[in-house]
Nanobody, 125 residues
């Protein structure tokens, strides 16, 4: 059974930083691309970042480029999202995601992923 458990969300002031973690279980972690998505109230879920199986390749949404960094530790079955220079518009529930298909180059398409239950990030102005 695939399990993705996010942690690290919370309340932070604009300009601050948070690091989200996602611990995975129930599958061979290193065989899958991983990603982060987010969903703000009243909005559709949107792509944030994704990382290849080895961690050597990443893709980022334009809205977070230069501020957020995705990484992974395959020995710990964990993927991270380091978020710096946070803005109020980054407020959302952040979801860890695993590609549905192993050994695939990471994509930005929500339907390509399984998601965790999410962790709330609130950025105050």
């Amino acid at each position: 059974q695939v399990m993705l458990v996010e942690s690290g969300g919370g309340l932070v002031q604009a300009g601050g930083s948070l690091r989200l973690s996602c611990t995975a279980s129930g599958f061979t972690f290193g065989s899958y691309a991983m990603g982060w998505f987010r969903q703000a109230p009243g909005e559709e879920r949107e792509f944030v970042a994704a990382v290849s199986r080895s961690g050597g390749s990443t893709i980022d949404a334009d809205t977070v480029k230069g501020r957020f960094t995705i990484s992974r530790d395959n020995a710990k079955n964990t993927v991270y999202l380091q978020m710096n220079s946070l803005k109020p518009e980054d407020t959302a529930v952040y979801y860890c995601a695993r590609d549905r298909i192993p050994f695939r180059t990471p994509t930005m398409t929500a339907a390509d992923y399984y998601w965790g239950k999410g962790t709330l990030v609130t950025v105050s102005s």
